[in-house]
């Protein structure tokens, strides 16, 4: 229930995305290192959709059912990626290291 | 329980009762969290699509087309929809303790957030406020010629890029646009004093899209701004 949680956790988050933010536009123009700058990219707007979900959903005092419920499916979109990104290595049309 | 779904009580809903299962979560909120989860597997297979269609391409970027969408201004809408989920929980907040001006203040600055950021969109596609951002044109060089004047526009259908940004960027803008209304409607039945005396779970059901329109504008700018791109393009 949204009424467990205070105001000045709320402005908390507000600054941990607004800084998380500001992070990802900085490393996204760092030149080269494209795998290290993907990989952090994406760590960065999962921790961001971590916080909204968890924080401002507030998804992290509901039941343990609805939070399986919510979050389990999204293994699966992920375990496509993953599945697409292992397929294109292997193929050679994406380098893992450049 | 203090007060519950009582078919005996007229009164407001203001709390419901606990479900060994669900917990405190009403039917209304389970359901919203269920289409919000059919909503997020259409996000996932438009961006597996993109990611496919990217990872495929010998030159992702065509011939003609900006090399970049303008990071810092798409940054700035990112930190628009930051600012308006801290004022959707603020309202739902104010509506927890009863305070219906409170929570309708800041239901209308999270709908105006969410009106700047479609504004911030109709710039980046079309130049729609050109007069004080510049770019006159936006991306899509509306009104241009582009290959007359040199310019370099993305244009709908040309190329898999140009595409799969307009639609990726477009299902999400439909998604504020149709957020907005809905925290309009939710504003307006507020100031009648509808979610009075802790009946504030339709704010809170409404938060819950709009929070979910932030979290998928994370990934979208993420994966469609700021993923670079291989050396040539």
């Known amino acids: ?98 | 329980m203090s007060a519950h779904a009582d078919h005996h009580h007229h009164g407001p809903i203001t709390d419901w009762p606990l479900d060994p299962e669900m917990g405190k979560a009403s039917p209304g909120k389970i359901a919203m969290w269920f289409f919000l989860l059919s909503d997020a597997m259409s996000f996932g297979g438009l961006l597996l699509g993109y990611a496919i269609l990217r990872g495929r391409a010998d030159q992702w970027v065509a011939p003609g087309e900006p090399l970049e969408f303008g990071i810092n201004f798409t940054g700035g809408l990112t930190f628009l929809l930051i600012c308006s989920s801290v004022t959707m929980v603020l309202a739902v907040a104010n509506a927890q303790e009863n305070n219906r001006k409170g929570a309708l203040k800041f239901l209308l600055l999270t709908a105006l957030g969410g009106v700047l950021f479609l504004c911030g969109q109709m710039q980046e596609y079309f130049g729609a406020f050109s007069f004080i951002f510049g770019h006159p044109g936006g991306l899509s060089g509306y009104g241009q010629d582009c290959a007359a004047a040199g310019a370099h526009c993305l244009t709908f259908g040309a190329s898999p890029r140009a595409t799969t940004f307009y639609v990726i960027t477009g299902f999400h803008g439909l998604h504020v646009f149709s957020g907005t209304i809905y925290l309009l409607l939710t504003a307006l039945a507020t100031a009648r004093g509808k979610y009075d005396n802790g009946n504030y779970s339709p704010i809170e059901i409404c938060g819950l899209f709009w929070h979910f329109v932030d979290l998928v504008w994370i990934l979208v700018f993420t994966f469609v701004y700021l993923i670079p791109l291989p050396e040539g393009g």
């Open chain 1, 1 to 98: 229930m949204a009424g467990t949680h205070s105001r000045k956790q709320y402005w908390v988050v507000f600054a941990v995305l607004a800084v998380l933010t500001v992070l990802e536009i900085a490393i996204a123009v760092i030149p080269g290192m494209r795998t290290f700058v993907i990989i952090g990219l994406i760590g960065l707007a999962l921790a961001k959709a971590g916080c909204v979900l968890l924080w401002y959903m507030h998804l992290i005092t509901e039941s343990k059912i609805l939070k399986q419920s919510v979050i389990i499916p999204f293994f699966f979109p992920t375990l496509y990626a993953v599945v697409l990104v292992t397929e294109a290595v292997a193929r050679g049309r994406v380098a893992l290291f450049d």
